[in-house]
């Protein structure tokens, strides 16, 4: 089963930076795409980038130019670098990978950002 730890969440003024972590189990990247979404209060979760197998990521347009997704795969982390934060930013934010043959999807515990005005 995959495990997956994220980390470096916390409390930043708007316009501050922060760079959250996952951690997978070994081998985990394997045929998976790798996700970060987040989830604020009385909203649905959404996505906020991802990397596919070819190593080709997407971006909310809401992050686009702000937020950069990363993996190393030799250390089976996955690196989410957050840049000009906004409040509207404040969210929890989850780690998630998706096989791409079974579609089994594994989540992270989250990691709480909140940004102040």
């Known amino acids: 089963q995959v495990q997956l730890a994220e980390s470096g969440g916390g409390f930043v003024q708007a316009g501050g930076s922060l760079t959250l972590s996952c951690a997978a189990s070994?081998?985990?990247?394997?045929?998976?795409?790798i996700g970060w979404y987040r989830q604020a209060p009385g909203k649905q979760r959404e996505l906020v980038a991802r990397?596919?197998?070819?190593?080709?990521?997407d971006y909310a347009d809401s992050v686009k130019g702000r937020f950069t997704i990363s993996r190393d795969n030799a250390k089976d982390t996955v690196h989410l670098q957050m840049n000009s934060l906004k409040p509207e930013d404040t969210a929890e934010y989850y780690c998630?990978?998706?096989?791409?043959?079974?579609?089994?999807?594994?989540w992270g515990q989250g990691t709480q950002v909140t940004v102040s005005a």
């Open positions: 070994r081998g985990a990247f394997h045929n998976r795409v």
């Open positions: 990397i596919r197998l070819d190593g080709n990521t």
């Open positions: 998630n990978l998706i096989d791409i043959w079974s579609g089994q999807a594994d």
